[in-house]
């Protein structure tokens, strides 16, 4: 194994050590470890210029801290928000893991063992030190942006204090580009760029009948059942053919140009190789629609669980008292959050069966979705960048999932998020074993240098 | 107080031995105590003239045991099955028994207080009781039928070693009548005759899509969704209008007489007592249909319960890998167990959603519904033994429940069920403070005398 020389010891050492710390946002026995991250990279970025304090939502207390950090740029420069987040996902299973999860290990295939290697630590630490590089080369000549950087400790468990905080301190965060390295690249690690991302909507839907669960036999056929009423109200949401049946949910949404169409059909996979990665016929969704089209520009209303009733072993002849389950949406480009929700309840409360007392609960987690012009200046400088690092240019990525923050801080800051990172499936992220190749680090390390540069000059 | 004057000690010392044999039959631990109890009933039935012998089905071993007993009878008279069951539900939640659940307490309110004082410890052994006095009053004189009992001990668990036995032993089970002792009286005591009982059979379904569950946003309009899959599957086995949608699932049903019909309805609860019972509107199975009809004379395809996904706090985006759900259904007479699960299975396959492999399992408890002519002799025996006891005479009754073992001795014994049993609501059978009135105990006692006395005479 070769050791780039981008990746210097002093780099090696720094990256060592913020993955050494057990940021586990989630766990509420690791605060201790996320404030002593924070302050370690409130120190890091010092050197650099940067002034930091550490934020906590007025309501959040006893929640790891944001770190917001700015570095004033030429007078007259665009100002630039970094995003990221020092939280990672819990380690478990432990026995899984080849290497201790918080125990750095560079192998001989070139990557780097740790949890928060990749997601998110890894991403947005290498494109800061490319930042560093950039601001290195440009001292005392030449105009560099007014940076801003938001790095939050609750990324893996709902962003909830940033999402809190963000709308009461829009003119802190104001800013023209924000850059986000949370994102992955295109197989064979060719540049992309995320275009565009659904928006989110989380709830619970529970159905009530009988005060207790009753004999199946002595009172079926009298009693209303729950679980049957649930699977009626559930299968009522979709069309035969698989599109939403709910009235006034898909009313405004926007249809993509045929250039978003195209680059996005053009870097899609095939069926076959869903089918291989999934275990099944990639048939969700609408039919007669591509699968791009049914998983980038078109909303979802997906069931995440249905519990009621008995489940183990043998039978139970019990008509359940109630019904839950848990759903989420993902939203397109013209369908706002609220809207959304409100035709889903109305439609439920509709389509409720006869006997039975339908609740809506626990709705969390709202985010629009959006789609970036693919003509603005900042797509025409970041393709020209990462033309530049590979010739194979970018692929561009409208993702099916949701980075809800990424909503937030948009709307908060007023700035054009530019969506770029390095991340691969073996990566593993979220899993045991997780790595970051040193390959990676580079090329995210190159990016936060150059886009620098260009949104600069 | 007054103890009824035939309610006698010796009486009231053997039921209560009887009562403290914790023979909870579904427990491996309380296999001792099922022993014991079976080898005590032995005993108790040799002064009577029965010859004993504790039975096995030869796959069951190390189950409870079945006592079968034989008393012979005058040359030419009838041959009569009695059939109860010495085992017990679990006494748990312990903590909600006034007095300890296997200590028989006689309260002032003229109750034992007792797991299996009632259910059904208590009406069998009432119920024989009256036998003893019958065979008492003729010995030497008068001819007396032959006598055959069945008392098992996994009644509460499945009854599965009776019902692995049986068709292995008809010769030994032949008989023109059986006797029940195991189910309810109407309200205030009055009597009751089952006159049938519907069939039962459960099994459970089983969805699978992706090999692993997925990320709902990642591949949201892409992967198949069992959990709605599932829901659309379980929707389309009923109309909007609640009839059951299975293709030839209700073909040969035979409707009941006028005659059944009037007496049922007679005997009905109101809707507004079922609303009170339930706690919610009886709205259950078909519209336009009577509760009688619907509980009494129509089936059922029941959800006992659907597992799939997440359904613990907050929110997880995920799209499951798959889905399970139990199924039960309730059948009338002129429906074949075999028959309608082959119709419910042909139209599981056919609507299993595009992507998704169907899985058909765990199929158990088969047993047909039945209903006896209300005109039959047996009927009007137990019609005029019963205006004897109570001017008011008794209501027939079509329970939508099963008792599947009495499906299994009617086919192996070729006899005429009799069900006529004392319980009340109040005896909160399955429950803490289980109990057996004394008036119940002795209206058991009388039923049991008297009805042999009619059979023979």
Partial sequence: MTIPSAFTEKIRNDYFELLKFETVGADPMKLRDCLDCAMWIKQWLAPMGFTSELMQAPDRLGTP??????????????????????????????????????????????????????????????????????????????????????????????????????????????????????????????????AGLRGVSHFTVRLEAADHDLHSGEFGGIAPNPAQGMAELLASLHNPNGSIAVKGFCDGIEEPTEEERNAAESAAMSD??????????????????????????????????????????????????????????????????????????????????????LFIEDLSGEAAGFRLPLASPVFRLATYVLEDMDPRGPVFQWDGASIPVVSVLKEASGATPLLVGWGQPQDRIHSPNESYGLDQFVKSMTWGEKILGALCD
């Fill in 65 to 194: 801290p944001i770190v917001f950090a700015t570095r004033p740029g030429t007078p007259g420069a665009l100002t630039i928000l970094f995003y990221g987040h020092y939280d990672v996902q819990p380690a478990d299973p432990l026995d899984q893991w080849q290497t201790p999860p918080f125990e750095p290990t560079l192998k001989a295939d070139g990557r780097v063992y740790c949890r928060g290697s990749q997601d998110d630590k890894g991403q947005w630490f290498s494109c800061l030190c490319g930042v560093r590089k950039f601001l290195a080369k440009r001292a005392g000549a030449g105009s560099v942006p007014t940076l801003k950087i938001v790095l939050e400790g609750q990324e893996e468990s709902g962003s909830g204090a940033l999402a809190a905080l963000a709308p009461t301190i829009r003119g802190k965060l104001r800013a023209d580009v924000m850059l986000v390295s949370d994102t992955g690249a295109a197989a064979d690690l060719r540049p992309a760029i995320v």
């Fill in 272 to 357: 076959a190789r869903y089918e291989e990665e999934i275990g099944c016929p990639p048939v969700g969704g609408e039919e007669g629609l591509t699968i791009t089209e049914r998983n980038s520009f078109r909303p979802t209303i997906e069931i995440n669980g249905i519990h009621t009733g008995y489940g183990g072993p043998g039978s139970k002849t019990v008509i359940p008292a109630n019904a839950l389950a848990k759903l989420s949406m993902r939203l397109v480009p013209g369908q706002h959050p609220d809207t959304a929700m409100a035709c889903v309840a109305r439609h439920l409360e509709r389509h409720t069966p006869r006997g039975m007392k």
